[in-house]
């Protein structure tokens, strides 16, 4: 399977299955889409504030729920594999993403995964081992917890950087040097985990560490 990030913002995401995995994976997506979860029962857990349906739709019935509900992706999470099934038919039909919970291991064209990710806005790093070992994928992600503390504020940083330096005419190789660097450098790390100075104020120090100033050009 090939990773990749896929925008939801104002799409929908339909959830069949009220449960805890069907509650996380609804968690998960409110973060961007219009998400819809469909059961005849939900557990008390949080579903991240999305629209909880209270059905039980039969196998013939599901694409009805698709053809109402337009999603940009379906996630299968119900305990009955006969209604997954269905779900997989469903989705497949109408060329619609489908996330089957309920399966690992190998997976037909076109289904989605949902890795363990850290983030670190806005860097976001996901890990997958193709649904043989979730307890690996876990593992990784609390080891990356601490590894990619600051690496958010460091890409702000490097963004801020990469566009001033564009706007003094600084040529596209010496910016991709000096980005670097900066990106190297673990007095830079130590001094955004710690929050010690803004980007505003790293920023101005490199300037005036790589780039000569009027009177050196004299």
Not at 27 to 56: I, N
Not at 99 to 126: F, H, I, K, L, W
Not at 174 to 180: N, P, W, Y
Request: proline share 6%.
């Amino acid at each position: 399977m090939i990773p990749l990030l896929h925008d939801f913002s104002s799409a929908r995401v339909l959830v069949f299955g009220g449960g805890s995995v069907g509650a996380r994976k609804a968690r998960r997506f409110a973060r961007e889409a219009d998400v819809v979860v469909v059961s005849p029962e939900f557990t008390d857990e949080s579903f991240g504030g999305a629209s909880l349906v209270r059905a039980a739709p039969e196998p013939a019935e599901i694409d009805d729920w698709l053809e109402r509900v337009d999603p940009a992706l379906v996630v299968a999470a119900t305990s009955d594999e006969a209604i997954n099934d269905a779900i997989e038919r469903a989705t497949r039909t109408r060329s619609i993403l489908l996330n089957r919970a309920d399966r690992s291991g190998e997976r037909d064209a076109g289904s989605v995964v949902v890795p363990a990710t850290v983030r670190e806005d806005p860097v976001v790093v996901s890990i997958a081992t193709g649904g043989t070992a979730p307890a690996v994928s876990k593992h990784l992600r609390r080891e990356l917890e601490e590894t990619l503390e600051g690496a958010g504020e460091m890409a702000r940083l490097c963004g801020e950087l990469r566009g001033e330096l564009k706007s003094r005419d600084v040529s596209p190789e010496r910016r991709r040097e000096i980005v670097t660097d900066v990106v190297e450098r673990p007095g830079v790390w130590t001094a955004l985990r710690t929050g010690a100075p803004n980007c505003g104020q790293v920023i101005e120090d490199v300037l005036s560490e790589e780039l000569p100033t009027e009177g050196d050009r004299s």
